[in-house]
């Protein structure tokens, strides 16, 4: 079976190195394989959680309503008939039931909603506020003079880094003010700090594109070592 | 397209304000009323349906009669297409006009045609038929179409061919009127307004019923009589020969009774009745014809007692009467009236036939004379005048003689015409009637001579001549008359008149440099069916060679783009550009260098994968080269006990499933030798399956039913809230897309002081990012990429408590295969920093400089 998986792995890796002599049919074919493969194991894993997991909730749920009714047993019935009310969103194209679309429109609405509020509340409580305190962590003198510098670089790229972002210039009255001097040397140091992040950000790809690429390579040399191998005797 | 005025953006025909500034765009098509369709502006009919699509009332009319002449009903609109009375009104007036046609104006302003000051004026160069009637008639077209009329004593200086009159002088306003109500619009609008009347075609100084031809006594009386020297002999002879013969006709029948004319005499009178209209031939012959006095004439008889007739041997002199005048004696005029034209036998004249034989034969009148000839009318026929009606002083006129005129000679001749005024009136149209004008009793007649074949050939130019209407100059080209021929001067014509000399040209035939316009048939109205009545008089007349006549304004941007529209649409299409299919050079030199960087790689790869010995090891961990986070999730998991439950986050992809597996290996290798309980989740569909393909751990299942966590962040919050996460002692985040493990970061924290301790295991790229949220404390320890997953198993495993577990689990082949991998990576790090080296000092130096 790993001979097999490796044979496949190796056929597949040379059609995706394929593309070094052109777009040529073969990488289409490998690249609509990984990607079909993809998304039709997210379609099925999504439809197997809809129908099998929410439908034996819903069932139980509903045997429970004869008995009791329980809170999380409407919480259920409720998210499957915002599930089916979100159906109704494929109907647009249609002439008739497209009118029926707006209906959607509620499960659509109360997950962005719902999403929105997540994520704001997540990225205030998850992101800013704890970024913010970090950086004013390391202005202490506790720590000793090197943290302490450390933490002060910190803050001033940080601060900086946030200027690049604001206007260059602002308009007052309707005539645009510029930036003087200093403030436009602290935004260039602060491009040059992003340009430095990016950088960094490019080189990590690299490296994971570089690290794909050698493991790819170890699979065939792993492979044709054991044809060698398996051929020696 | 329409330009906007305001702006230069072209808008679509269909828009009404500009798209761009909101401007009101120029109308350009007006919509028909009838059938909807539109058209140009410029239009006057509907392209589909013929109908009208500007209004009568959008015309600008003349102002409104003020006058008794201008108070005749049955006056309509002209109908015929109009200029643009806006843009023409000033048009004579307009400096771009021709030299020959602005004198033209000047010349017709001067002498009363085109009053500038006036508001009339202006109609007249609005409406083509009245401005017809001022330009001469090969100038308006018209061909000397237009009806017969008019007011020599208006247009002294324009014979009535010029001035648009008729070349049917025997045509009468009479014939006008009853014909007005069929006769089309242009012709009933003729008498409209003042200078309608001014500018009707002059008719000849007939002294037929009062009125009759629109004009006041007064009027002629106070005009100034053009000599007859200025009028050329056609049109003096054709003048003559209508009222001359009315005279005579009542000169014949006021002297019937008295028996004193002559034979001659009234052959003469009788040769000259012929040239009478028909309507006026009809009245002499039933006065002449038969004894019965007309019931008007008969009334007046009675009751004004007339004289006998013998004892009126005069004839009636209009405006002498209440001036006790006496007849002339016949035997006063003795003299004269031996004259050779007379004849011996000749009874003796009257005061009246002295003034007419004086006429014809030249001369003046002696005091005596003219004295005897007031006193020559009857008691009676004085009375006849109106007595509302004030005498008028004798007014100085003008007499035509024979050959010269006679300045200074009072003559009060009453014309046939008075006596005829009954019958006359009836024939008058309504319109003409309504301008209830004063019986001209007091008129000054012209008395024109009654044999006009007698008047010398006045010098007239042979251009006049050959315009003159037909007949006219048969009439007048008899031998010079005796007498007073020499005394005539040359006819003087005026020099605006001698700038209108036309150029010779086929008779019929346009103007030179004018374009020959059809002239279909009348499609309606009393004219239907016929065609070339109406000339046709286009909207703009534009000359055939297209030159402008009035130089417009045009911007030059706008020339500028009509240029280059032409020469756009004029250029000649050219040949396809041939299209090379194949890839440009430069595409095929980043082929090649694609090609070279791979096999640099594969070469610098494999060789090291052959040619490094197996015992060394390139890739080396130094200890103060380990990022904080790995012995902090190393301690972390430590932590943990037996029994114990991790939740395996896996948030990345298959793309990244080696990578991330050499980062998971240590650390999972590390949770089973603690023996803990592993939950899978993930928010990605395809995490679940991968993180099953992951070495196994005792106890893993999925969160849930499968592990997968629909709704991103909210299907993690709703997760990490789920009473089953109390049991949930660490969460293990193995991810490589940055925006996945954030959510699990910041959710995490939403939970507060409950908040699970996470670890972290991250891929190359998702490092960098998410660097701050490492450094911030939220989580207990990571690893990222593989060089820090071989720091994490040299912490373990190199003289750390750790080591040998990791080597029973793995064995030793899998660790040394795990140290050749990274000893591989680190070769193609190394090549791909000396490749950017390369394409950097390529850039710089090379391609800078080809530049």
């Known amino acids: 079976m790993d001979i097999v998986g490796l044979v496949v792995g190796a056929v597949l890796t040379l059609l995706i190195f394929s593309y070094l002599l052109s777009d040529n049919a073969l990488y289409r074919w490998a690249l609509a394989l990984v990607v079909g493969a993809a998304v039709g194991y997210a379609a099925a894993i999504a439809v197997r959680f809809v129908s099998h997991e929410w439908v034996a909730r819903g069932d139980a749920a509903l045997r429970t309503a004869t008995g009791q009714i329980e809170v999380s047993s409407l919480t259920t019935v409720l998210s499957l008939l915002l599930g089916c009310l979100l159906l109704f969103k494929g109907f647009t194209s249609s002439r008739f039931l497209g009118r029926l679309s707006v209906v959607g429109n509620i499960p659509l609405g109360y997950l962005v909603g719902a999403g929105a509020a997540v994520a704001v509340s997540g990225a205030l409580m998850g992101t800013i506020m704890p970024l913010a305190l970090a950086t004013g962590e390391g202005v202490r003198l506790e720590h000793g003079l090197l943290p302490l510098v450390q933490g002060v670089i910190a803050l001033v790229t940080t601060i900086v880094t946030l200027l690049v972002f604001s206007t260059q210039a602002r308009r007052w009255q309707g005539v645009e003010v510029e930036r003087p001097g200093w403030r436009q040397g602290l935004q260039q140091i602060g491009e040059a700090l992003i340009a430095v992040a990016l950088g960094a950000v490019f080189a990590g790809a690299l490296s994971s594109a570089l690290t794909a690429l050698v493991m790819r390579l170890w699979q065939l040399a792993v492979l044709l070592g054991r044809v060698i191998s398996l051929a020696g005797g | ?851």
Request: with cysteine; charged share 20%.
């Open chain 2, 1 to 851: 397209m329409i330009r906007c005025p305001s702006c230069g953006t072209f808008n679509h025909d269909s828009q009404r304000v500009c798209r761009s500034c909101g401007s009101a765009l120029p109308q350009t098509r007006r919509r028909c009323p009838e059938c909807g369709t539109l058209n140009p502006v410029g239009n006057l009919f509907c392209d589909r349906c013929n109908a009208r699509l500007v209004e009568v009332e959008d015309i600008p009319s003349p102002p409104a009669p003020d006058n008794a002449l201008n108070a005749s009903g049955g006056v309509k609109g002209i109908s015929l297409p109009t200029r643009s009375v806006s843009s023409e009104a000033e048009a004579p007036q307009s400096p771009e006009l021709p030299a020959w046609l602005a004198g033209l104006v000047d010349e017709e302003t001067e002498f009363g045609l085109l009053d500038p000051a006036s508001d009339d004026a202006g109609s007249v160069a609005q409406e083509p038929g009245l401005a017809a009637s001022v330009l001469p008639d090969w100038l308006s077209g018209d061909g000397g179409h237009t009806a017969a009329g008019g007011d020599a004593v208006d247009t002294p200086s324009l014979p009535d061919w010029l001035t648009g009159g008729a070349d049917d002088p025997s045509s009468s306003r009479r014939d006008a009127a009853d014909d007005d109500v069929a006769l089309p619009d242009w012709l009933g609008g003729l008498p409209e307004s003042d200078d309608a009347a001014q500018l009707t075609p002059p008719v000849a100084p007939e002294p037929h019923a009062p009125g009759d031809d629109g004009i006041s006594p007064e009027g002629i009386a106070d005009a100034e009589i053009i000599s007859e020297s200025e009028l050329p002999d056609w049109l003096r002879q054709t003048s003559s020969v209508v009222p001359a013969s009315g005279s005579d006709g009542a000169i014949e029948r006021a002297d019937e009774g008295l028996e004193t004319v002559s034979a001659e005499s009234t052959e003469t009178i009788a040769d000259d009745a012929m040239a009478l209209p028909d309507w006026l031939q009809q009245i002499a012959a039933e006065e002449a014809g038969s004894e019965q006095v007309p019931d008007w004439l008969s009334a007046l008889t009675v009751e004004k007692a007339l004289p006998e007739p013998e004892a009126d041997t005069g004839v009636f002199v209009p405006g002498t009467e209440g001036t006790g005048s006496t007849p002339i004696e016949a035997d006063e005029g003795a003299d004269w009236l031996s004259a050779p034209d007379v004849g011996a036998a000749a009874p003796p004249e009257s005061g009246v036939e002295r003034v007419v034989h004086v006429f014809e034969e030249g001369g003046e009148l002696s005091p005596a004379e003219l004295a005897s000839a007031e006193a020559a009318h009857p008691a009676w026929l004085a009375d006849l005048a109106p007595a509302d009606t004030p005498a008028s002083p004798q007014p100085e006129a003008k007499v035509f003689t024979g050959d010269a005129p006679v300045l200074g000679a009072r003559v009060n001749a009453q014309t046939p015409a008075l006596e005829a005024a009954p019958e006359a009136t009836e024939e008058i149209p309504d319109w003409l009637e309504a301008l209830d004008l004063v019986p001209p009793e007091s008129t000054p007649v012209q008395e024109l001579p009654a044999q006009p074949a007698d008047l010398p050939q006045a010098d007239l130019p042979e251009w006049l001549q050959e315009l003159a209407p037909p007949g006219v100059l048969a009439a007048t080209s008899g031998e010079p008359t005796s007498g007073a021929s020499d005394v005539l001067e040359p006819a003087e014509i005026p020099e605006w008149v001698e700038a209108l000399r036309p150029e010779a040209r086929a008779a019929g035939a346009p103007p030179p440099g004018r374009a020959v316009l059809p002239t279909p048939p009348e499609p309606e109205g009393p004219l239907e069916g016929l065609a070339g009545v109406l000339p046709t008089m286009g909207l703009v007349d534009m000359p055939a060679d297209g030159r402008p006549a009035l130089s417009v304004g045009v911007p030059d941007p706008v020339v500028a783009q009509a240029q280059l529209w032409q020469r756009l649409l004029e250029q000649p299409r050219r040949a396809e550009r041939s299209i090379s299919y194949g890839r440009p050079s430069t595409q095929r030199g980043t082929s090649w260098l694609r090609w070279l960087i791979a096999l640099l790689l594969f070469a610098g790869l494999f060789a090291a994968f052959w040619l490094v010995p197996q015992g060394l090891r390139l890739a080396q961990v130094s200890p103060t080269r380990i990022a904080p986070g790995v012995p902090a999730l190393v301690e972390s998991i430590e932590r943990l006990g037996t029994g114990d439950t991790v939740v395996l986050a896996i948030e990345y992809s298959p793309a990244y499933a080696d990578e991330m597996e050499q980062v998971a290996a240590p650390i999972l290798a590390h949770l089973d030798s603690r023996g803990v309980e592993s939950w899978v989740a993930s928010s990605l569909p395809e995490g679940v399956g991968l993180g099953y393909a992951l070495p196994s751990l005792p106890g893993t299942r999925p969160v849930g039913g499968d592990g997968y966590l629909a709704g991103g962040a909210t299907g993690i919050a709703t997760f990490l809230t789920q009473p089953d996460a109390a049991e949930v002692d660490q969460v293990l985040v193995l991810g490589s897309e940055p925006q996945r493990v954030t959510w699990w970061l910041e959710q995490n924290a939403l939970r507060g002081t409950e908040a699970f301790p996470i670890g972290v295991g991250l891929s190359a790229s998702a490092g960098p990012v998410l660097a701050p949220y490492l450094a911030s404390g939220q989580v207990e320890g990571w690893v990222t990429g593989l060089p820090q997953a071989l720091a994490y198993r040299e912490i373990r495993g190199d003289g750390h408590e750790y080591g040998d577990a990791d080597l029973r689990e793995y064995g030793d082949a899998d660790l040394r295969e795990y140290g050749r991998i990274l000893d591989l990576l680190m070769i193609a790090h190394w090549s791909v920093a000396a490749l950017l080296l390369v394409a950097f000092f390529y850039n710089l130096f090379v391609k800078r400089g080809a530049r």
